[in-house]
């Protein structure tokens, strides 16, 4: 069975991508920072329709602690054949009130976290000469986002990271793809409030409505099983925000 390791997998696109990847066939680890009883019962109820799941909880801005979680896959799953990095965290600011310690979280989750999860699961696919990483960056990956600057420089950043990861990875037969989402219903944008939500979907998203999380995580499917000819790409699933 092959091993795919989620992380940010206890809500949101990241439990709808584990319990895809799942239902495929996939033995899934589901990471998280805090939402224990979350990633736990995502792990019960996956166990309960016969796939293999385990859960680890682990901030992926903390190497030592990324490499603890994916050296417990490899014992308790295997080794990793598909890293999801999706684990990420956005709140609106304006660019004069980010203090430099809200930068360097920001910078740290949303993007450090991608490199010490590739950084950690990278020997194994090296070794095997396959492999595959999906980083989920974001519509403000490509484009800028007023009052969300570390956000997007961030995602941006994601985007160059899978990129370039792409290109030197391909001749070792490793495939590296990025998602970017447009909005996507989940609690990262609840704090937008429910009108301008729907304001958002009325007036702005060509498709009339918001995503959802499965249709993020079958995109991620689709990269992971069947994409075995693409590398270095950014898939837009945004409603058609982006054309
Ligand atoms: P979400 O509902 O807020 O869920 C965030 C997930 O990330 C949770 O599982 C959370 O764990 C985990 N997490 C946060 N910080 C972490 C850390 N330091 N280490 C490990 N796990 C961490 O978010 P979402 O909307 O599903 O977003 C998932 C990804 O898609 C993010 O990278 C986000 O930027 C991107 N995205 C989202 C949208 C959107 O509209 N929703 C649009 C574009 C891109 P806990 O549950 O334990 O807190």
Redesign the pocket.
Known sequence: MKVALI??????????TATALARAGWAVC???????E??EALVEALRAEGCAAICH??????REAVFAMVARVERELGPVDLLV??????EQRQFQDISPAWWERML???LG?AFHCAQAVLGHMLHEHSGCMIF??????GHGASCETA?AS??HG?IGLGRSLAAELAPSGIRVNV???????????QVLGRETLDDLARNVIPMGR??R?EE?ARAIVYLADEASYTTGQVLSC?GGFFI
């Open positions: 992380t940010g997998a206890s809500r949101g696109i990241g439990a709808a589901i990471n998280y920072i805090e939402q224990t979350k990633a909880q682990a901030d992926v801005a903390d990095s999706n684990a990420g965290i956005a740290a989750v949303d976290g989920v960056s974001s519509i403000w990956g956000y961030a995602k994601l998602v970017a989402p447009g909005v996507i219903d989940t609690d990262m944008v918001l995503g999380p993020i945004d």
